[in-house]
């Protein structure tokens, strides 16, 4: 293998000098680094505390970007990520490789029999990791480690100008504490991270950085299951609020004679039962975000306690005639209009005008085009990590159909219906690589909504498309019946009655189901062709 060409050097390093955006960057990379290393998949993946986050890949599937590939659970990338040099794995190494069953270029589950990895480190700091894979063993063992050195110091290089061009944009540390708290806050809760890349989610992410430098109201509107309260922890972390507390309310929870008390609290002996004084949530919210979910189920007599807050800061404790000054911002949710509501009487018009200072509206999933298979990845490495699977993959044509559904409960129900599938799939798998099929999702979706070719998807027409899948369901199950009545046809010597007992069938269903099958004894048994 010859060292790295220098044309391709310098066209790289005049890369780093343009105008090009983070991906075309991430994108030339790799191609050069393909041509410089035969391989069948290469990936660029950024450190974001213990986990890894895919920035950019070629030749593996798209969903893949969705994933978040946690340090430690992965052999190969915890080694890597503690060495300060190219790694190569032998073709017979114990470690799985986290890309098993995900390369385009091979058809099936195959594990990867050729693994390299360069950790990139800017200031001696790891700041990402660069991985390369081949189906063909021992393909990386002859490159000059001098090769290797040049594609991790470019790489290297071109993630930390990546990184840098960012947070200018983002007003540098500002932003990457921001940057840092979002990913944190994803990881250790599911769902904690805004993930689409459609026109509807980038628009979504630029009115949420705008506004939540502000210190306005906002009613976040949108469907249930899209992610409003994702959205209210988005706000909150790229406020200048951030380090102050984020308190939770469900409107919709609150008993109608507790919510003064709930919200803004009381004194012992303020009511029958106050047997201790209570800080309300605006008290404990002071000098961060209070998230009101579910505020159009708030009684009428409340909206009015509610309004005086967002006018003057003041709340009155229960049971006390003083009133005191919070310093609160709030954020407030539904999944109601409430326009209409206010002109149907069952919402305050002031409170409402208070409160949509500036109204963020959350996309449904089916006008999120493309993000299908981003939520997926996500969804899959998530719960392959809560149920310790090695690998939890998607059938190819598994994208398209849940891109054809159209998502009522939104995002999450796709999370709950990937949840359910992968029981499933597992349950069904006999190998450390675990795939989601059709018919593991066609029992987790409404059978009359999704449709497979035009037809409904359901179990007894999922495999009737072949261009959907190598895998014919009814001619597998053929195939067995027809090999096990021919084994013990051959092992009774063509006797049927004794045959039909060993299998416990009746004697004249199994010669119904051996005609069918065209299988008939003479003085030898036979099969007829097809």
């Not at 075309?24 to 950024?46: G, I, K, N, Y």
């Not at 990402?128 to 050195?149: A, E, H, K, Y």
């Not at 007599?301 to 911002?329: P, T």
């Amino acid at each position: 293998m010859s060292e790295i060409s220098s044309t391709a050097l310098i066209e790289l390093a005049l890369n780093l000098t343009n105008s090009l955006t983070a991906n075309d960057r991430f994108e030339r990379l790799l191609s050069t680094v393909r041509q410089a290393v035969p391989c069948d998949a290469v990936v660029l993946l950024h450190v974001q505390g213990d986990y890894l986050k895919p920035l950019a890949l070629q030749g593996l599937t798209k969903e893949t970007l969705g994933r978040r590939f946690e340090i430690a659970a992965h052999g190969r990338f915890e080694q890597i990520c503690k060495s300060t040099t190219p790694l190569r794995f032998a073709a017979d190494s114990p470690l799985a490789d986290p890309y098993d069953g995900l390369l385009l270029a091979h058809e099936g589950d195959l594990p990867v029999h050729a693994c390299m990895g360069l950790p990139l480190l800017s200031d001696n700091k790891l700041i990402g990791v660069l991985t390369l894979d081949s189906m063909v063993p021992n393909v990386f063992d002859d490159i000059p480690n001098r090769t290797l050195d040049i594609i991790a110091a470019m790489s290297a290089a071109t993630l930390k100008t990546a990184m840098m061009l960012q947070q200018l944009e983002q007003h540098s540390k500002h932003n990457q504490q921001v940057v840092a708290e979002l990913t944190h806050e994803a990881l250790i809760k599911d769902g904690g991270e805004l993930i689409g890349e459609s026109a509807s989610m980038r628009k979504l992410k630029q009115e949420i950085e705008m506004v939540a430098a502000s210190n306005f109201s906002i009613l976040i509107e949108g469907e249930t299951g899209v992610g409003k309260e994702l959205v209210a922890r988005t706000l909150h972390r790229q406020s200048s609020r951030r380090d102050g507390p984020l308190v939770y309310v469900n409107c919709a929870a609150l008993p109608e004679n507790l919510i003064e008390s709930e919200l803004f609290g009381h004194v012992k002996g303020a009511f029958t039962g106050a047997e201790r004084t209570r800080t309300g949530k605006f008290h404990l919210a002071s000098g961060g975000t209070i998230f009101l979910d579910e505020i159009g189920e708030l009684p009428l007599a409340a909206q009015s306690k509610l309004l005086r807050v967002l006018q003057n800061q003041e709340i009155q404790v229960v049971g006390k005639d003083d009133v005191e000054y919070v310093d609160v911002r709030i954020v407030a949710a539904t999944n109601r209009q409430l326009r209409d509501e206010v002109e149907q009487g069952r919402f305050r018009a002031d409170l409402y005008h208070r409160l949509s200072v500036y109204p963020v509206a959350v996309p449904p999933l089916r006008q999120r085009e493309g993000d299908i298979s981003l939520l997926c990845g996500y969804f899959i490495e998530s719960t392959r990590r809560k149920l310790g699977m090695t690998q939890l993959t998607l059938a190819k044509n598994a994208i398209k159909v849940l891109s054809d559904y159209d998502w009522p409960g939104n995002v999450r129900e796709l999370e709950h219906v990937i949840s359910r599938a992968a029981l499933r799939a597992r349950s069904d798998s006999h190998s450390p690589i675990v795939r989601i099929g059709l018919t593991h999702l066609a029992l987790m979706l409404p059978k009359d909504k999704v449709l497979n070719g035009g037809e409904p998807l359901q179990a007894d027409n999922v495999y009737k498309d072949a261009a959907q899948t190598a895998i014919n369901l009814k001619q597998q199950t053929d195939d067995f019946q027809r090999q096990l009545i021919l084994q013990y046809l051959s092992e009774q010597n063509g006797n049927w009655s004794a045959t039909a007992a060993r299998l416990q069938v009746d004697r004249a269903n199994l010669n119904r189901l051996a005609k069918r099958l065209g299988i008939r004894v003479s003085k030898r048994i036979e099969v007829k062709p097809e």
